[in-house]
């Protein structure tokens, strides 16, 4: 399972690379007010910088979620109320991996919205399109809050 996530981590650093080719060469990579640009960038400085953020971000994700864990000691904090079962470090390794897998292709979308973005003659930036990805993700979020809160509520 960790190998399909870190190879699904490598394509989609792949596919935004491979897709900048796409894109004009001043590409528009900040917008304002309206939708207008704001900001332009060189192709293949927008190539490196999203390609890398798109396979570097999950992993960090995945690092901070798997392997902080277990290197740092927990204090003995004072327990008020009863007891929570910790989530096992294989359901927590998994939960790692899986929105590591989420937080690659949201970066893979905000490209597909970038690369949309300079479709247009003049570049014209759609904020609909952004706001259905960040209501989709605070969803993600919120599930993933849901499952977590669930897991770990059994009492000892």
């Known amino acids: ?3 399909l996530a870190f190879l699904f981590i490598a ?3 792949a596919i935004v690379y491979f897709s900048s080719a796409w894109l004009p060469d001043p590409v528009a990579g ?3 007010a309206g939708g207008r640009p704001t900001g332009f960038t060189h192709r293949d ?3 490196a910088y999203m390609s890398t953020l798109t396979s570097a971000v ?3 994700v995945y690092g901070g979620i798997v392997w902080l864990p277990r290197t740092i000691r927990r204090p003995p904090w004072p327990r008020f109320g009863e007891a929570r079962r910790p ?3 294989v359901d927590s390794e998994r939960l ?6 989420v937080v690659g292709l949201f970066w893979i979308l905000m490209h597909a919205v970038v690369v949309r973005a300079n479709s247009f003659s003049p570049p014209h930036f759609e904020a609909g399109l952004l706001w259905l990805l960040l209501l989709a993700w605070l969803a993600f979020i919120g599930l993933v809050l849901v499952v977590y809160v669930r897991r ?3 009492v000892l």
């Open 87 to 89: 989530l096992p470090l």
């Open 30 to 32: 900040n917008f304002g």
């Open 96 to 101: 790692g991996l899986f929105i590591s897998c």
């Open 58 to 60: 999950p992993l960090l």
């Open 11 to 13: 394509c989609a650093g």
């Open 1 to 3: 399972m960790r190998t």
């Open 152 to 154: 770990t509520s059994r």
């Open 45 to 47: 400085t927008y190539r």
